[in-house]
C-alpha cells in the first residue's frame, strides 16, 4: 500500500515536473499572444525549433548561419532593431524598413517566438544549457 | 655707339637709350621647340588611331542611331563598355608606358555613399556621370571646371528601401547608358530613370521588376537603335529572368524577352536558329523544367549586352537558373547559364549556346563578351570572345553560335572540357552537388573563375586583359523552399583560394593562340573592370585599393595609387576639356566578394553571403567601406625631353589655381631660362606666381629682335622676368638684382686681372662678345677699342654663350669679358677651374655701364601687375637671392 502510494505521488510529481507544449497549437499562439517576455526564453526544444524554422522559412537565405549577407548578422553585438526578445519578436513579425520582410499573420505566432528564441541563442544571449553546443552541417567542418 | 641688351628688338629702338647687357639668343631648332610647345599648349588633340575592326561597326549600313559614331570618340566614353564590341579599348595614347608612372591625382569626387561602387563613370558633352550604389544617386561633374564639381544631382523619387533586402550581392550599380540628350540608368527597387544629360530634371521612369518577387536590377542599361535595354536581377529569389526593351523617348515598353517558358514568351519565332541540336525543339524553356518550376526558374539578366551594328545583333547572357540546388530542378534548364543573340528590333531570338546546361554550381552566363575579328584556322571569322564563369574562355562564331574553341584560363574540377561536336560542356560527376551531400574542392566555385567584372582588348596587342578570381568552394546541398521574396538557393557554401593560395588574378590572353601570355597574382579577388589603353598601358583596380597601371605587352606594373578603398568599378579614359588624357576609377569596396566590409558582416560564419565570408575573412584588414571617384591626369605636354614631366607632375598634384601668370621667356636661354624651365628667371617667375596664388603659364619666345613687341605688346603674356630696370619698352618693378660683366680667365694662369685700365688687356688675347659681325658693338669691346685694344680682341656670337667661356678654358684667349650671370654658368660647368672678377670700373668713361640692375617688366600702363610683382620682391627678397646664389649670379 505505501509503495502504491509512493508510486502515485511519485507519477503525480513527475507529471506536473515540467510543462511543456510538446504539440504546440493554435491554443499556444493564444496563450502567447501579447506576450512582452520571451515565453520561449531558455527553452532548448524551442531553440532547436527554430534553427529549423530558420532554414525553412529563409532566414538563412539572408542571414546564414549568424553572419549575415543580404541581412545583418545575427550573431555580433551590433543589434540595428535591438535585441531584447520583444524587439527581436517584433522585426520579425512587423518587418522592418530595409528589407526584413514582415511575418506577423503569415506563420503561426508561437513559430515566431522560437525563431526570436533561436535568434537570441544566435546571438549569445541563451545559456549554454539550452543553447546546442555543436553546429550541424557543412558550416561546422573544415 | 651701339649697346647691346638681353631682350633685344631692333637695334635701331636702342640708339638713344641707355644700357643693357648682351642678349642671348638662339635660332632653329629654338623656334621650333617654342612652336610645338606652344601648340602643345593648346588642346591638344591625339591623332586619331583607326583600328579595323571598329571601322567595319562605324559603317555597317543597318544603324541609325548616332552611337555608333559616338563610341568611335576617344576624348569621350558614352557607354560602360566603351563601344558596342565591348573592348574597354580607348586610342589616347598621351598617357603611355614611358610616361605613366608620372600620373598623379587631378581631383577626387565622394560619393557620399559606402557601398561598393561597381560603375563605369561615363564621359559625354564633358560632363562625367556617376551612378552611385542604392540609393542609386546620379551625378553629373562639370569637368570644365576645376576640381570638376557636381552641376547637379539626381535622385530617384520614392525609393524603396526594401529593395535592400532582395539584393545578393550588395546595392550596387554598375553604370548608366547615354543616348539622344539622356541619361539611362537602372535602381535596385526596379526602375529604369532617364534624365535629362544637360539639365538633370527627369525625362521618364519605368518599373520594370516587382521587389516582391526579390526581382531588383542592378546591370547598366545599353541603348540600342532608341531601345534602352534592361535586364533583371534576383536569380537567388526565384525571378524569372528576361530583357526589356524600353522606348528611349518615352520609356513604354517595346518588346520583353523571358528567359524560362513556353517559346512565345521567349521571343522564340521561325528566325530561331541555334547551332546545336540539344537548344533545338518547341518550348525546351518549359520542356527542360519539372512542371511549372520554370516559373520560378532564374536566368536573370544583371550583366553585359554587346550590339554587332552589321549582323544587327544583340548579344547578352543569362544567369544561374534557381534554386542552387540542382536535385530540384532535373533537365537542361533553358534558357539559363547562356547567350542570346537576338534583333534588337523586336527582341526575337537567332541563336542560342548554353555554357552551363543543368547548372550545378551557380555560374552565371552574363560575362561580357568581346566583338573582334580573329583568324581562326586560317579564316577571318566574326567572333565573340567570353571569358567564362565556368572556367573556359569561349570564342564563338557570333553569326551562328557556333563554339570554335573552349580554352580553361583557370584551375577547373567540376568539368573536363567542351566537347566541341555536341557544344556540351562534359560534366565531372564526381562533384555534382546534391541534397545531404558535401562535396569539396569545386573549382571554380559559385562566383566562377570569373564573374561580372569585364575584360578589355587591345588590338595593339591582341591581348584580352582579363581580370578574375582563384577560388575553390566547399558545398552542401539542402532543400529550398520558395517564398515570394525570400532567398530561394538551397546550398551552404564556404569558398577558399585556390592552388597556389592567391586569390586572384589579373591575366593577358591570347584569343588566337588560346593561351595566357602573363598573368599577375592578386591577393584578392580581381573584382574590378579592365581599361586597355593605345598608350599600351593596362588599368585594373585591386580589392585593396590600389589602382595600377601595368605595361600591356610584358605585365609590368608601370605605376599604382592608393585609393580610400578596395576598387571594384570599371576604369575609363577620356580627353579632358584641357586636351590631356585623364583616367578615372571609382574607389569603394563591396560587392559580392567585398560584402563583408560593405555590409560589416561577421567572419566567424564562413557560409555567410552566399560563402564568401569563408574566403574573405582577412579583407577587413586591408580596406575599410568608400566611395570616391578618383581621377588622374596625365603627363601633359609631349615635349622634347622626358625630366620636363617631373615639373608637370608637381602642377599636376595641386589643385589648379584659378589665377594665371602668364610669363613670356625664352625657350633655349640658360642660365636664365629654358622650355624645361630649368633656368632661374623659371624658378623666380614659379616663386612669384605661389605668392600670388596663380599658376605659371608660358609663352616661348626667342629673346632677340621683336621679343617684347611680339609678346608682351602682343598681349601673349603680361610679365617678362628679366629685362634692364630702365628698358623703354616695358614698365619695369624695382630691380631685384645688379649684376656686372666680368674677366673669365683660367685660374691656374693666375692673371690677377680685375680692371679695364690693366695694360696687358692690350697685348693679351680677349674674348668678347657680340652680335652681327660688328663686333665694336658690345660694352667691353668699345672700352678696349677705346684704349686702343682692336687687333687682339676675338668675337664671339651671342648665340653660343657658352663658346666664349670654352675658348678661356682652351687657352683660345688669355681671357674673356662675359656678362655676369652667363659666365659663372658656363664656368662652373667646364672642367677646367675658372676665375670670375667683375670688371672694374663699374661704369667706365664716358658713360659705359658694365654693371646693370635688372627687374621684371610689364606692359607699359600695366601698374596693377608691376606693383604686385614690386611687393613680391619686398616679401620674398631673401628667396630670390637664394635662387640667384644657386645659379652662381655675380651680384655687386
Known sequence: MCRRLALLALLAIACHREVRSIQPSAQESARLRGALDNPYEGNAYAISQGQQLFDRYNCSGCHFHGGGGIGPPLMDEEWLYGSSPAQIHDSIAQGRPNGMPAWGGRIPE????????????????????????????????? | MQILRRAQPQLQEWQTSCTGPPSVRRLGFQLLAACAILSACKARQSPARTFPFLERLAHAPAVKTNLVELQQDDGQWVMPAKNYASTRFSALDQINAENVRTLKVAWTFSTGHDRGEEAAPLVVNNTMYIVTPFPNELYALDLTQPGA???????????????????????????????????????????????????????????????????????????????????????????????????????????????????????????????????????????????????????????????????????????????????????DNKWTCGIWARKPDSGEAVWFYQWSPHDLYDHDGINEQILLTLPIRGQQRKVLVRPERNGYVYVLDRATGEVLSATPFAYITVSKGVDLKTGRLIRNEEKATGLGRVVRMICPPAPGAKDWEPSAYSPLTGLVYIPHANLCEDAEGLQANYIAGTPYVGANVKMYAGPGGHRGEFDAWDPVNARKVWSIKERFPVWSGALATAGNVVFY???????????????????????????????????????????????????????????????????????????????GQYTTKGGDAVHVCTAMRRVLGSWFLVLSFAACARPAPSRVLRVCADPNNLPYSNSRQEGFENKIATLVARELHARVDYTWFP??????????????????????????????????????????????????????????????????????????????????????????????????????????????????????????WFARRDRVALDITPVSPQIDLPFLPFVFDISMGVRRGDNALRDELDRVIERRRGDIEKILDDYGVPRV
Open chain 1, 110 to 142: 508561437y513559430q515566431i517566438w522560437q525563431l526570436v528564441t533561436y535568434v537570441r541563442a544566435v546571438g549569445g544571449f541563451e545559456g549554454k544549457v539550452a543553447t546546442p553546443s555543436r553546429a550541424e552541417g557543412m558550416q561546422a567542418t573544415k
Open chain 2, 703 to 824: 629673346q632677340r629682335r621683336g621679343f617684347v613687341r611680339n609678346t608682351l605688346k602682343a598681349g601673349l603674356c603680361d610679365c617678362v622676368v628679366g629685362v634692364p630696370a630702365n628698358y623703354e619698352l616695358t614698365l619695369g618693378t624695382q630691380p631685384y638684382y645688379r649684376s656686372s660683366y666680368v674677366f673669365v680667365s683660367r685660374r691656374d694662369r693666375r692673371l690677377g686681372i680685375a680692371s679695364l685700365d690693366d695694360p696687358r688687356l692690350r697685348t693679351w688675347r680677349v674674348g668678347v662678345q657680340m652680335i652681327g659681325n660688328d663686333h665694336v658693338n658690345s660694352p667691353p669691346a668699345h672700352a678696349l677699342a677705346n684704349r686702343g685694344a682692336v687687333g687682339n680682341v676675338a668675337g664671339y656670337m651671342v648665340y653660343d654663350p657658352g663658346a666664349i667661356v670654352d675658348a678661356v678654358a682652351r687657352g683660345d684667349v688669355d681671357v674673356a669679358i662675359v656678362w655676369g650671370p652667363q659666365a659663372a
Open chain 2, 541 to 619: 583596380g585591386s580589392m585593396e585599393g590600389w589602382f595600377r597601371a601595368v605595361d600591356a605587352r610584358t605585365g609590368q606594373l608601370l605605376w599604382q595609387f592608393k585609393t580610400g578603398s578596395g576598387i571594384i568599378g570599371q576604369p575609363i579614359t577620356y580627353r579632358g576639356p584641357d586636351g590631356k588624357q585623364y583616367v578615372s576609377v571609382l574607389s569603394g569596396v563591396g560587392g559580392w566578394a567585398g560584402a563583408i566590409v560593405s555590409g560589416q558582416l561577421d567572419p566567424r560564419d564562413g557560409t555567410a553571403a552566399l560563402g564568401f565570408v569563408n574566403a574573405m575573412g582577412d579583407l
Open chain 2, 149 to 331: 564639381p557636381a552641376k547637379w544631382h539626381y535622385k530617384p523619387h520614392n525609393l524603396d528601401n526594401a529593395a535592400k533586402g532582395i539584393a545578393c550581392c550588395d546595392w550596387v550599380n554598375r553604370g548608366c547608358a547615354y543616348a539622344n540628350g539622356k541619361i539611362f540608368f537602372n535602381t535596385l527597387d526596379g526602375r529604369t530613370c532617364a534624365v535629362n544629360a544637360e539639365t538633370g530634371d527627369e525625362v521618364w521612369t519605368a518599373q520594370v521588376t516587382d521587389i516582391s518577387r526579390g526581382e531588383s536590377m542592378t546591370m547598366a542599361p545599353l541603348v540600342v537603335k532608341n531601345k534602352v535595354l534592361v535586364g533583371n536581377s534576383g536569380g537567388e529569389f526565384g525571378v524569372r529572368g528576361a530583357l526589356t526593351a524600353l522606348d528611349a523617348e518615352t520609356g513604354k515598353q517595346v518588346w520583353k524577352a523571358f528567359n524560362t517558358g513556353p517559346d512565345s514568351d521567349c521571343l522564340i519565332g521561325p528566325n530561331f536558329h541555334p547551332f546545336y541540336t540539344s537548344d533545338k525543339g518547341q518550348d525546351l524553356g518549359v520542356k527542360t523544367w519539372p512542371p511549372d518550376l520554370w516559373k520560378i526558374g532564374g536566368g536573370t539578366v544583371w550583366g553585359w549586352i554587346s550590339y554587332d551594328p552589321e549582323l544587327d545583333l544583340i548579344y547578352y547572357g543569362t544567369a544561374n537558373p534557381g534554386p542552387w540546388n540542382p536535385e530540384q530542378r532535373p533537365g
